[in-house]
C-alpha cells in the first residue's frame, strides 16, 4: 500500500500569509495526487487534481505543484474562509489513500 | 445538479453489519463512466477510503477493510450500497459517498454530506 504523509500537521498563519503543505507519497504516484479542504461537520471539498490542475470554482490563490514523491499545496494570500483541514490524496491503480490532514489555524 | 445522499441506521451493535446506502439524485449512476466510492472519519480523525464501484460492477476495496466490504450497484434505484460486517467500535465514524472524476476515477469530485454509525451495544 502506499503511505501519505502531510507536514506540518497543524500550522499557524495570518490572513494574508503565503502557506505552503507538503505531502509525500513512500512510493512514486506520478501526478496521481490530489488535494481536499474539510471544514467542520462538512464533506470534503476537491481543490487540486493531477497534482497542479484547479478543480472548476476554487480560488486561482490556490495551486498544486510536485510528481513522483513529493507535492505541495500552496495558498498565495490566506483567507479567513481558508480557515481548515487540508488532505492530499494519491490514486495507484485502483487504490486511493489519504493523508493524515493538515489543520491550518488562525494565530 | 447531481445530488449524493447516504442513509441507513445510525446505531449498529458490535458484530453486527453496517448497511448504508447512497442515492445519486439529478443524474444516472449509469450514465457515463463514473466510478462511485465510500470514504468514512472517524470522529477528530482523518479519512479513510473504503471501496468504490462501477456501475458495470467492478469493485475495489482497501486491503484492510476487504474481509469485511461488499459494495453493490443498483442501477434501477439508481444508487449504490456499503455492507461492512463484524463492526466493532473501531468502526464508529462519519460514512461518506462519493463520486470519482469522469474517466480517469483519480479523485473525488462530488461527496455526500456524509452520515455518522455509531457502533454500540
Known amino acids: 500500500d502506499i503511505q501519505m504523509t502531510q507536514s506540518p500537521s497543524t500550522l499557524s498563519a495570518s490572513v494574508g500569509d503565503r502557506v505552503t503543505i507538503t505531502c509525500r507519497a513512500s512510493?512514486?504516484?506520478?501526478?496521481?495526487l490530489a488535494w481536499y479542504q474539510q471544514k467542520p461537520g462538512k464533506a470534503p471539498k476537491l481543490l487540486i487534481y493531477k497534482a497542479s490542475s484547479l478543480e472548476s470554482g476554487v480560488p486561482s490563490r490556490f495551486s498544486g505543484s510536485g510528481s513522483g514523491t513529493e507535492f505541495t499545496l500552496t495558498i498565495s494570500s490566506l483567507q479567513p474562509d481558508d480557515f481548515a483541514t487540508y488532505y492530499c490524496q494519491q490514486y495507484n491503480n485502483y487504490s486511493w489513500t489519504f493523508g493524515q490532514g493538515t489543520k491550518v489555524e488562525i494565530k | 445538479q447531481l445530488q449524493l445522499q447516504e442513509s441507513g441506521p445510525g446505531l449498529v451493535k458490535p458484530s453486527e453489519t453496517l448497511s448504508l446506502t447512497c442515492t445519486v439524485s439529478?443524474?444516472?449512476?449509469?450514465?457515463?463512466?463514473?466510478?462511485w466510492g465510500w470514504i468514512r472519519q472517524p470522529p477528530g480523525k482523518g479519512l479513510e477510503w473504503i471501496g468504490s464501484i462501477h456501475y458495470s460492477g467492478n469493485t475495489y476495496y482497501n486491503p484492510s477493510l476487504k474481509s469485511r466490504v461488499t459494495i453493490s450497484v443498483d442501477t434501477s434505484k439508481n444508487h449504490f450500497s456499503l455492507k461492512l460486517s463484524s463492526v466493532t467500535a473501531a468502526d464508529t465514524a462519519v460514512y461518506y459517498c462519493a463520486r470519482h472524476r469522469f474517466e480517469v476515477p483519480d479523485a473525488f469530485d462530488m461527496w455526500g454530506q456524509g452520515t455518522m454509525v455509531t457502533v454500540s451495544s
Open positions: 512510493q512514486s504516484i506520478s501526478t496521481w
Open positions: 439529478g443524474g444516472s449512476i449509469s450514465s457515463s463512466n463514473y466510478y
